[in-house]
């Protein structure tokens, strides 16, 4: 299936490509970025990372695009949306998620590309919810679902 490309006034949600794997590594190698995940990414964890999100939009064609900014940065990390592995109480499910180079943090990024990957979940697929998941402490990811208008539900959390 082709992959969708998304646009916003700012972002270009694109396929990944080969370029993209090595500013992926550099992020997913930095503490800040990973700081509410086990550890920091070895560049042969990344690139199994990046194998793992193509092939899923090779799959369905669509998932974790890979964020442009037009005319600024061709990559700077990822967002979209996934099926989680993991079981849970509420899976099987639609996640949305993100993960940014710490240098485009505090632009707005995040969210209006979040916004764009909601309107797709909900406008083209059809999908009925979206959910999102972190550790409490991660007061960015969760003021980013504050943002596009998601609520917490006590009850599932786990
Ligand atoms: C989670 C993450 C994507 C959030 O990044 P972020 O930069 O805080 O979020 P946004 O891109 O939406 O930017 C919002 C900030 O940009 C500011 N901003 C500046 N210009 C803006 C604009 N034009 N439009 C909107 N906001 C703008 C906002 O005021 C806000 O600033 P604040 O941080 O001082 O409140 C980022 O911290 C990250 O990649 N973290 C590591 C990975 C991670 O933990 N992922 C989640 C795992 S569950």
Redesign the pocket.
């Known amino acids: 299936m082709d992959p969708l490309t998304l646009r916003t006034s700012r972002l270009l949600l694109r396929d990944w490509r080969d370029e993209d794997l090595a500013p992926f590594a550099a992020l997913n190698a930095d503490p800040q ?1 990973m700081e ?1 995940f086990p550890r920091p990414l070895e560049r042969t964890e990344s690139d199994a990372l990046a194998t793992r999100i193509r092939s899923q939009f090779a799959q369905s064609g669509f998932g974790l695009w890979a964020v442009e900014v037009c005319g600024v940065a061709p990559f700077i ?1 990822f967002v979209g949306l996934s099926v989680p592995s993991f079981e849970a109480h509420f899976t099987p499910c639609v996640e949305i ?4 180079a710490g240098e485009f ?8 590309a979040a916004r764009a990957a909601l309107d797709f979940g909900f406008d083209r697929l059809g999908l009925v919810e979206i959910v999102s ?2 550790v409490p402490a ?1 007061r ?2 969760r ?2 679902m504050e ?1 596009i208008g998601m609520t917490h539900s006590p009850d599932d959390d786990f």
């Open positions: 970025v509410y990390g998620g993100w993960r940014l943090w505090g632009h707005g990024f995040a969210t209006e998941f972190t991660n960015r990811s003021t980013v943002r």
